[in-house]
């Protein structure tokens, strides 16, 4: 079983860097484990990248867990409906209703 760490800032401008990060990884056999620890800011873009990741492996029949999610990487899953697909549990800070940011 492998790690792979996501980087503490995952906004638009990384997206690409995150990709080239993921690539190796979509045929690596076995189970995959993202740690999600460091994420800081993060975007809808590279969030949209980690779900095709995600999906694209369970095409193939392999498993991708992310560990150690921060608060922020778990609140930008929860806003944008995606707990689910990334495998993460709502967890009672996760099961709010959308705020106003304004």
């Known amino acids: 079983m492998s790690t792979v760490a996501l980087s503490q800032d995952l906004g638009i401008e990384s997206t690409s860097e995150l990709k080239q990060q993921l690539a190796p990884h979509l ?9 999600a ?5 993060v975007h809808t873009a590279a969030m949209q990248v980690l779900c095709a990741f995600v999906l694209a492996r369970q095409q193939a029949g392999l498993g991708t ?17 995606i707990l689910r ?6 967890t ?11």
């Open 27 to 35: 045929a690596q056999a076995g189970e995959l484990r993202v740690d």
């Open 37 to 41: 620890g460091q994420v800081a800011r």
């Open 65 to 81: 867990v992310f560990d150690n999610a921060t608060d922020t990487f778990r609140d930008a899953a929860r806003l944008l409906g």
């Open 85 to 90: 697909p990334l495998g993460l549990e709502a």
């Open 92 to 102: 009672p800070d996760t099961t709010k209703s959308v705020e106003n940011a304004a």
